[in-house]
């Protein structure tokens, strides 16, 4: 079994190239270092099940951004803001194994997302793997 720590809270916007996915770029907790701010993932590192919670706002008028929470690329958890000022979240459980990807991705008409310290993405495991 591995043990130890795994807890993050960034936030922050980065709009990444030639993706729908997005990055929170400020770390505010990365216990075990596991969230990678430059890509937005959250790489699994120690099994077992986690909780893991997103906030997106949009910016102005907006017809809505949609995202969600991804694990392996596969959408999992559902996020819809279109109320400018307004942050619309999601948050979930997990159980993941050794090597799984989290993040926040999927996005459609994220260039409407606002780069507000209000958005974020946290994850934190609750329970390892025995």
């Not at 959250?42 to 893991?52: N, S, V």
Request: hydrophobic residues 40%; charged residues 15%; neutral net charge.
């Amino acid at each position: 079994m591995i043990s130890g720590t795994s807890a993050f809270l960034a936030i922050g916007l980065v709009r990444l190239e030639n993706s729908t996915n997005i990055a929170f770029m400020e770390p505010r907790l990365n216990e075990g270092e596991d969230y990678n701010r430059k890509t937005g993932v959250f790489t699994c590192r120690i099994p077992g099940f986690y909780w893991f919670s997103a906030g997106i706002q949009v910016a102005g008028m907006s017809v809505g951004v949609h995202c969600f929470i991804l694990q392996n690329n596969i959408q999992k958890l559902h996020i819809f803001a279109n109320e400018n000022g307004i942050t619309s979240s999601v948050s979930g459980a997990f159980r993941l194994k050794q090597g799984d990807l989290v993040q926040v991705g999927g996005c459609f008409g994220r260039e409407q997302l606002s780069g507000s310290d209000t958005i974020y993405f946290s994850g934190m495991l609750i329970t390892p793997d025995v």
